[in-house]
């Protein structure tokens, strides 16, 4: 009998595995708590960056590692696991492998103790992206310094960022390696340089942060949804993209005549070239234009009637 359970205890995988390793563990973190007389707290981070395979094993054996052989007490002597993940991002794991009529709820909550803490610093990452935009390394010089690129880039950033389609360590590392100090579009007999437009020098960044024109595309179309509303705060936004929203309709003519795009006049007059109108404020009290829908279609008529 001796034998059977010394056997167990040294196999290793086995639950009740108690090899020295363990026991050196056990013996360390229990005279820490001695001398520190302070809790141990296990951390985990990252937990949704690993091997899709691997997640919910590590759930199962930390599970039964916590109240180990029924005596209430973790095998390690450890008194708190945290977990840091994104938990949505472990429930379409979770619905990949098993199956999205899986109930994942019930699953999961046989986990935690406690209820899942949901941390939002959207905030505090929204301060931060003015500084970093103008730390975004680039070989077009000082594209940061036009105040419409400026003003344009912070105000979609926060929300590729709120919606989790960018995060702050992508920004931290992009660098901007597409010069445009000689690259120009064309738009019927017309030639406009991409440095001289706000919105086009925009655009050209974001298909490079997101990857490509066509996820561009998809995640205007998608922040769309959310119905995000021009308001006062939101004018240069629509000075730098309604003319190419409206594009079909306005055709970059220069005549005195107002245009209309969802019910908002505006002209195109002496910044033609730079694609920035001038809005007729007075109108926008009586209509709600959405500003990533104003966007998405701002970015289609550019890969539509723009020959780069």
């Given at each position: 009998m001796e034998s059977f359970i010394q056997d167990i205890i040294q196999r290793q995988g086995s639950i009740y595995e108690r090899n020295i390793v363990t026991q050196i563990i056990q013996s360390l973190i229990t005279n820490a708590k001695k001398e520190e007389k302070k809790e141990i707290v296990l951390v985990i981070d990252d937990l949704d960056r690993?091997?899709?395979?691997?997640?919910?094993?590590?759930?199962?054996?930390l599970s039964v590692h916590?109240?180990?052989?029924?005596t209430k007490e973790h095998k390690f002597k450890i008194d708190k696991t945290i977990l840091v993940c994104d938990v949505e991002n472990i429930?379409?794991?979770?619905?990949?492998?098993?199956?999205?009529?899986?109930?994942?709820s019930g699953y999961i909550d046989k986990f935690y103790s406690k209820e899942v803490f949901h941390f939002h610093n959207e905030d505090e990452i929204q301060k931060c992206i003015a500084d970093q935009i103008l730390k975004i390394k680039s070989k077009t010089s000082d594209f940061q310094s036009d105040r419409y690129t400026y003003k344009g880039l912070e105000f979609i950033l926060q929300y590729l960022i709120k919606y989790g389609y960018v995060n702050v360590r992508t920004l931290e590392r992009f660098i901007f390696d597409y010069s445009m100090e000689d690259k120009t579009v064309r738009f019927n007999d017309m030639v406009l340089t991409v440095v001289n437009s706000p919105a086009l020098i925009i655009f050209e960044f974001l298909k490079r942060?997101?990857?490509s024109s066509e996820d561009l595309l998809s995640t205007l179309l998608s922040i769309s949804s959310n119905k995000i509303y021009v308001n006062?705060?939101?004018?240069?936004?629509?000075?730098?993209?309604?003319?190419?929203?409206?594009l079909p309709n306005n055709l970059l003519r220069d005549d005195k005549q107002k245009n209309s795009y969802?019910?908002?006049?505006?002209?195109?007059?002496?910044?033609?070239?730079?694609?920035?109108?001038?809005?007729?404020?007075?109108?926008l009290s009586d209509c709600k234009v959405d500003c990533f829908g104003l966007l998405y279609d701002a970015y289609l008529n550019y890969k539509k009637?723009?020959?780069l």
């Amino acid at each position: 009998m001796e034998s059977f359970i010394q056997d167990i205890i040294q196999r290793q995988g086995s639950i009740y595995e108690r090899n020295i390793v363990t026991q050196i563990i056990q013996s360390l973190i229990t005279n820490a708590k001695k001398e520190e007389k302070k809790e141990i707290v296990l951390v985990i981070d990252d937990l949704d960056r690993i091997d899709p395979e691997h997640i919910f094993r590590i759930l199962n054996i930390l599970s039964v590692h916590d109240d180990f052989c029924c005596t209430k007490e973790h095998k390690f002597k450890i008194d708190k696991t945290i977990l840091v993940c994104d938990v949505e991002n472990i429930r379409r794991i979770f619905h990949a492998k098993y199956g999205s009529d899986v109930d994942f709820s019930g699953y999961i909550d046989k986990f935690y103790s406690k209820e899942v803490f949901h941390f939002h610093n959207e905030d505090e990452i929204q301060k931060c992206i003015a500084d970093q935009i103008l730390k975004i390394k680039s070989k077009t010089s000082d594209f940061q310094s036009d105040r419409y690129t400026y003003k344009g880039l912070e105000f979609i950033l926060q929300y590729l960022i709120k919606y989790g389609y960018v995060n702050v360590r992508t920004l931290e590392r992009f660098i901007f390696d597409y010069s445009m100090e000689d690259k120009t579009v064309r738009f019927n007999d017309m030639v406009l340089t991409v440095v001289n437009s706000p919105a086009l020098i925009i655009f050209e960044f974001l298909k490079r942060v997101l990857g490509s024109s066509e996820d561009l595309l998809s995640t205007l179309l998608s922040i769309s949804s959310n119905k995000i509303y021009v308001n006062c705060n939101h004018v240069d936004i629509l000075e730098l993209f309604i003319i190419l929203a409206d594009l079909p309709n306005n055709l970059l003519r220069d005549d005195k005549q107002k245009n209309s795009y969802k019910g908002v006049s505006y002209m195109i007059g002496a910044y033609k070239k730079n694609l920035i109108a001038n809005i007729d404020y007075g109108t926008l009290s009586d209509c709600k234009v959405d500003c990533f829908g104003l966007l998405y279609d701002a970015y289609l008529n550019y890969k539509k009637h723009f020959v780069l």
